[in-house]
């Protein structure tokens, strides 16, 4: 779609003085502010009523940075809100306020008039307006305020019925950031260049499936007809195979018992191609998860495993791997098995050799992992629920949320996945790049999801690779999510190819372009 004509309406605040001119003006100009996450009829209601007072126009829209009153919002991203407004004919202007407040475009704008829903007098005028008022007196302006006839709230759309606007809102970042679907296709073709090394816990996730045959007459305890086992290299294993599968060379240094999983490991990422470096423990087991499955359902899970601290002999050993390795990214999965915890981590981060990619993941499924233990790295990518349990935090609604750890692991770039929401992203502001937005959001690929068991470590590989081999943080966040997409459109933790993802960013184009060839 050609949307030059729309997109020449939305004005700099310094541009929009230069187009309106100076009080006094020849022409009445009327301004509104507001969220406009959806624009609803109440929203046009009150744009009409505003045109129908004045010649000229002007809607100020409340930047993201600022929206905080619900979760996952805004949830449409600033340009296209613009865009929404620009598209409107009684619409001759549109701004994006970067303040928490309009009170700073009011007094450099000067409009005649301010216009406001009729709610906000109604009951008596509001402090927040009381200061708008403070303003407008300022420089002789006047409140107008809109009939209260009819009044839509955008909160309550978007949590009933959150429309699907995923295909527009990633046109509109890739636009913002001047790449291309083919940009996305060109970072994937640079992986196979790349040497990883994965540092982590191995689990082998097995999966007992049994038919029920019924139950005991004098205890309750259910009874099961054995029909198969299932094995999977899970853990960071798992990791390193996504990431092998997407071209790149891999090595992965764990920890694994001398047991039946020692050559199952060992065959099962040879067959991959991982470089195996393992450290064979006499004294703890090859961490295994077995769960029992009955007509479908999870019955039970036994786990065989020692989550202990490992010793200083394999820590020193794992130090030494990874100090022996040279690599342009280094990714330390953390489950919590005993690699990683407080007296490990620090040694382990100093063993990183100089230039490498830093990436850590810290999984708090059934442990208690905290992803702020890995300070300083390029990337973290936790689930909203690691989030809140490394930061205490059970209350805040996600921006703030991923802003506040951002900060508190001194991480550069944070992707914050949220199931079905999708994930939001803090990347590190550069002085050259003052224009880049620190934080966006991308809503889920995923058409239809059969199992989202693993979507996170497709997410973490694709991203870190991207990351490496392009530089382009929008690339590497749309290029994992895609790949965590992938992941949850089938069932198992199978590893992505590059063909999975080349195959995804192709059928989202063409959802977003409207072209069905």
Request: aromatic share 8%.
């Amino acid at each position: 779609m050609d949307d030059a004509k729309y997109q020449a309406k939305i004005k700099s605040v310094e541009e929009l003085k230069r187009a309106i001119g100076p009080r006094p003006r020849s022409g009445k100009v009327v301004m509104c502010h507001g969220t406009f996450d959806v624009v609803h009829p109440g929203h046009i209601r009150h744009l009409m009523y505003a045109k129908g007072k004045a010649d000229i126009l002007v809607a100020s829209l409340t930047c993201d940075a600022h929206i905080e009153k619900a979760n996952f919002r805004p949830f449409v991203p600033e340009n296209l809100r613009a865009l929404n407004l620009a598209a409107l004919d009684m619409v001759d202007y549109v701004v994006i306020d970067p303040m928490p407040k309009p009170l700073q475009n009011l007094a450099e704008i000067q409009p005649d008039y301010f216009a406001k829903g009729y709610e906000y007098v109604a009951e008596g005028m509001p402090p927040a307006t009381q200061e708008e008022k403070k303003v407008l007196d300022g420089f002789g302006g006047e409140f107008i305020f809109t009939p209260g006839d009819i009044v839509y709230s955008s909160s309550k759309i978007i949590e009933t019925m959150p429309p699907d606007i995923a295909s527009d809102k990633l046109i509109s970042l890739l636009d913002a950031e001047g790449l291309t679907f083919q940009d996305l296709r060109d970072a994937v073709s640079g992986f196979d260049k790349l040497t990883v090394h994965v540092v982590g816990d191995t689990i082998v996730d097995s999966y007992t499936h049994t038919t029920m045959i019924g139950g005991q007459t004098k205890t309750p305890t259910m009874s099961v007809r054995f029909e198969e086992r299932t094995d999977f290299v899970g853990g960071a294993g798992v990791v390193a195979k996504h990431l092998r599968a997407g071209g790149a060379n891999v090595v992965f240094t764990t920890v694994l018992g001398n047991d039946e999983w020692l050559d199952f490991t060992k065959n099962d990422l040879k067959e991959a191609g991982v470089e195996l470096r393992a450290v064979v423990s006499e004294n703890r087991p090859t961490t295994n998860k077995n769960a029992i499955v009955c007509g479908g359902y999870r019955l039970l899970k036994v786990d065989t495993l020692d989550n202990r601290p490992i010793s200083d002999k394999i820590l020193e050993e794992i130090g030494a791997s990874l100090q022996n390795c040279p690599a342009d990214a280094v990714v330390f999965s953390d489950f919590r098995h005993g690699v990683f915890n407080p007296t490990t981590i620090p040694d382990l981060i100093q063993k990183i050799p100089d230039g490498a990619f830093r990436v850590a993941d810290s999984q708090v499924a059934s442990r208690w992992g905290n992803i702020c233990d890995f300070q300083g790295f390029d990337l973290i990518t936790p689930n909203e629920r690691e989030a809140r349990f490394s930061l205490g935090d059970q209350d805040s609604v996600i921006r703030p949320l991923a802003l506040k750890l951002y900060q508190a692991a001194n991480c550069k770039n944070l992707i914050l996945t949220l199931g079905e929401r999708g994930l939001i992203a803090y990347r590190e502001r550069r002085q050259v790049e003052q224009d880049v937005r620190s934080f966006f959001a991308i809503d889920s690929f995923a058409n239809h999801v059969v199992d989202a068991v693993g979507s996170g470590d497709a997410l973490l590989a694709y991203a870190t690779l991207a990351h490496v081999a392009h530089g382009n943080e929008v690339v590497a966040t749309v290029l994992g999510a895609m790949a965590g997409a992938v992941e949850c459109e089938r069932d198992g933790n199978v590893p992505v190819t590059t063909d999975d993802l080349i195959n995804k960013i192709n059928q989202v184009e063409r959802r977003a372009t409207f072209n069905n060839d």
